[in-house]
């Protein structure tokens, strides 16, 4: 490897990566057993460190300052980006690079008044973190079992959903919903290390990871703790090392699968001798059993599951795990997912809909963002409104939605309604039609228009089984 080449552009550095990533891949596929023993000149590589800086610089969390108080927008500024990765780079290459304790935030959880930790780290450990990805991803995502989705490339939540849809309607009608406590605080670092160790070989990049496991953090009350357990939520790596530790969980309910229930006329014999059978989908800790069998069946599982956590220091939650029927339904990643029967028959489906939690987020949000002030323009108001309807319509429009967006649209219309005669308390229901609803009733300033949710069309999320695309597809080429 040119460990003094010159720094790549953007699109010759993605280029490299995913030509490198697609080797990785390859190597990791057709070898289950092979381990990677140099890695840590990729870290260190200019165009892996070039793609890191654009997602990092281009994530969400870009304004926000680690312990160090820089953000992206300050590295920008000065020293600017090609000097800023050049001394990263020599950092790591001198083996002098320290991962900084992460900024702890205490932010609220979405419909319950308790409050979870988020790790907000410095933007160099950020870069470091996303060329780290870059480089692990790709070896472990073929290690990684089909019914994982959650922060993996190219597989969404409705993925996970659209599974769990399919088996309920195909005899498996009971649901170990399973709630993992305080699943990113609790892993235990031995435990994850070796499984890391299973695919990495660079004792560079064993101590790389380690040291961002061990990097401490900072509370809200100034006071730095020592991180003996978990990966902090919002480092850019920490989704990727809770994925490889639960492999633990993933492989044990896929290889009983491959043993006991991979055939069809197995999993017939198996029903008809009242052996129950049982698929595990996950999308990150979110995760779920479906069991065709008995309530008995679903509870012993409840306890086979805990067994299999034990290891990876992990527990669950003996309030929010539950076993429940198909037909009683269950709220999973937002959606209720129940068994109902259809309206003018005798027969009964599964339905996916948004959860009442769901809704009352969606509408806390409208409320918030449509509280009068003064000085907010009428499209300033479309505009914030509209960040958010879209965002939620478009990711519950492949369930039965349509009397949810309905009720979300005469709520929304009220909101505005309501704001205009705040902000104008002497003009007429006329003018305000004229002024702001283009003399109609739908909300508009000419420019923009308040969004309708029922004009998002619903259409079903079809369940995409083993058709789902990898990022790198040469590999699965090369492969087969």
Request: hydrophobic residues 40%; positive net charge.
């Amino acid at each position: 490897m040119n460990t003094g080449a010159s720094w790549p552009s953007l699109i010759e550095a993605q280029a490299r990566v995913l030509e490198i990533q697609t080797k990785l891949h390859r190597w990791a596929r057709n070898d289950p057993a092979c381990r990677f023993d140099d890695l840590f000149n990729l870290v260190a590589d200019p165009a892996f460190l070039a793609v890191a800086w654009d997602r990092v610089r281009h994530n969400t969390g870009a304004r926000t300052a680690g312990v160090d108080g820089l953000s992206a927008r300050d590295i920008e500024a000065d020293p600017g980006p090609a000097a800023f990765l050049g001394t990263v780079r020599e950092q790591l290459r001198a083996r002098t690079f320290r991962p900084l304790a992460v900024r702890e935030r205490m932010i609220p959880k979405p419909g319950t008044r308790k409050r979870r930790r988020l790790g907000i780290p410095t933007v160099t450990d950020r870069v470091v973190q996303a060329a780290l990805k870059l480089v692990l991803e790709p070896i472990f995502e073929a290690d990684f079992q089909p019914c994982s989705y959650g922060f993996r490339p190219g597989r969404r939540a409705m993925d996970a959903v659209a599974e769990i849809r399919l088996l309920a309607s195909n005899s498996y009608e009971w649901v170990v919903d399973a709630d993992i406590e305080a699943c990113f605080d609790m892993i235990d670092h031995t435990a994850l290390m070796d499984r890391v160790r299973r695919r990495v070989g660079d004792k560079r990049v064993l101590a790389l990871v380690k040291a961002f496991l061990k990097a401490g953090i900072l509370s809200e009350d100034q006071i730095i703790r020592d991180t003996h357990t978990g990966t902090p939520q919002g480092g850019i790596l920490s989704p990727l090392l809770a994925n490889i530790a639960l492999t633990l969980l993933d492989d044990h309910f896929a290889e009983a699968w491959a043993t006991h229930m991979g055939d069809r006329v197995v999993r017939a014999r198996r029903k008809r001798h009242g052996i129950a059978n049982y698929r595990l989908v996950r999308y990150a800790d979110d995760l779920v059993l479906m069991v065709s069998g008995t309530q008995a069946d679903a509870q012993q599982l409840r306890d086979e599951l805990a067994e299999v956590l034990a290891p990876i220091g992990l527990r669950l939650s003996q309030v929010k795990t539950r076993t429940a029927d198909i037909d009683e339904g269950f709220d999973f990643l937002g959606w209720r997912i129940q068994r109902r029967r259809k309206k003018g028959t005798t027969k009964r489906y599964v339905y996916t809909y948004p959860s009442k939690r769901s809704v009352s987020r969606i509408v806390d949000k409208v409320r918030q963002r449509s509280r009068f002030g003064p000085d907010v323009p009428y499209d300033t108001l479309l505009y914030r409104l509209n960040s958010i309807l879209r965002g939620w319509a478009n990711y519950f429009k492949h369930g039965v939605s349509y009397a949810t967006f309905e009720y979300l649209r005469a709520y929304t219309w009220r909101r505005v309604i309501g704001w205009l005669r705040d902000k104008h308390p002497r003009v007429t229901w006329k003018q305000i039609r004229r002024r702001y609803l283009a003399g109609g009733w739908w909300p508009t300033d000419g420019k923009v228009e308040l969004l309708n949710p029922t004009t998002v069309r619903t259409v079903r999320y079809r369940y995409r089984g083993s058709d789902i695309p990898s990022p790198w597809p040469a590999a699965l080429k090369d492969a087969a």
